[in-house]
Structure formats: structure tokens, C-alpha cells
């Protein structure tokens, strides 16, 4: 068995059909950490997720270990505490959700 462990990337995402999950706004970006064993779970417990709550995948960028982020970056106190909550309880969490309109 693959060890896991917690896995953040940053995530562009659309509202599917009606849902207002984003406030009127039909695209977001939002980091988004998971427990996982490679990027290939990553991927699919994000999508899972989006999934969830009616939201779909536009893109994925950056998705690595938050150990691997840590070496080169400085990472905003609310995501270590989201990776804390991953590590302890499992699941996905969700960062600040940044809306957008899409360009036409």
C-alpha cells in the first residue's frame, strides 16, 4: 500500500447548469488539498469533490505534495490549517474560492 499524503493544487472550476454555489458567477480558482498517494488520486478525489457540489473541472495546475510546496514557497496560514484538517481527518477541503467571469 502506497503511503498518502496531502496534496494541494490550484483548481479552475465552472458552475454546472443553475447552481449558484459561486454567488452568480460561472468560474472559480481555488486551492483545493487531499489526501493522496500521486497525482493521478489527486485528480480524481478533486474532481470527486467538484463533483459534490455541482461544480466541474476546468483545470488542474500545479498539483503537488504541500511538502514539495513548502521547500520553495511560503503557503498562507489558512492552507497549512486545511492541510492539518486533511491530514488528521481525511477528505478534501477547499480553499477561498477567487470568482470569475468567463471571457467571451
Known sequence: MTNKEVWIGLIDCVALSDNNIL???RSAAVNILALASDEAEYCKEVRKAL???GLGLKSIEDAEPI????IR???ADELLKLAEEVTSAGGVRF???H???NET
Not at 67 to 70: A, E, K, V, Y
Request: glycine fraction near 10%; hydrophobic fraction near 25%.
Open 73 to 75: 514557497y511560503t503557503i
Open 95 to 97: 480553499g477561498t474560492f
Open 67 to 70: 511538502s514539495n510546496r513548502l
Open 23 to 25: 454567488d452568480g458567477a
Open 99 to 101: 470568482t470569475y467571469e
Open 51 to 53: 463533483n459534490d457540489f
